[in-house]
């Protein structure tokens, strides 16, 4: 217990806590941006464990956060609120092939089969079921169906 005694010992505790606060207030407040601090003050706190002066563990704080934050919210904020994977998954989509298996006759939209799911879809010109369209585009007007084109 006497390496608790001193305020020396117990600065990476401080560090500690002050970096749950930061990761906590992150999920009340989701800018995406105080988690970078509370990871600097985890890395701050980790040099307080190894015997850094007050000014140099405050230094490492402001430093390691600002770095963090430059380096990668972009990034993590595009990974966690999804437009990476929806950026990713609506490229795999253009260009694929898919069966129709609900008539279209424009104006009216008809169905097709993409991976197992039902989609529906527009053309330009009238489609017969069982044929195979090629997916153009996703529909402006309705994000669950697609713009599709006859294939040859």
Avoid: C
Wanted: glycine letters at 10%; proline letters at 4%.
């Amino acid at each position: 217990m006497d390496y608790f005694a001193s305020a020396q010992n117990i600065q990476w505790l401080v560090w500690l806590g002050v970096g749950v606060f930061f990761v906590v207030a992150e999920l009340v407040v989701p800018a995406f941006i105080v988690i970078f601090f509370g990871l600097g003050a985890f890395i701050a706190g980790g040099t307080a464990f190894f015997g850094a002066s007050i000014p140099v563990q405050l230094v490492v704080f402001g430093v390691s956060s600002v770095v963090l934050l430059l380096l990668f919210r972009k990034t993590m904020a595009a990974t966690f609120t999804g437009e990476k994977a929806e950026d990713e998954q609506e490229a795999n989509v253009i260009g694929s092939l898919a069966e129709v298996v609900e008539a279209i006759h424009p104006p009216q939209s008809g169905r097709i089969k993409f991976q197992g799911s039902f989609w529906s879809a527009r053309s330009s010109g009238p489609v017969e079921p069982g044929s195979m369209v090629r997916i153009v585009k996703r529909d402006e007007n309705d994000v669950n169906a697609f713009l599709v084109e006859k294939e040859q």
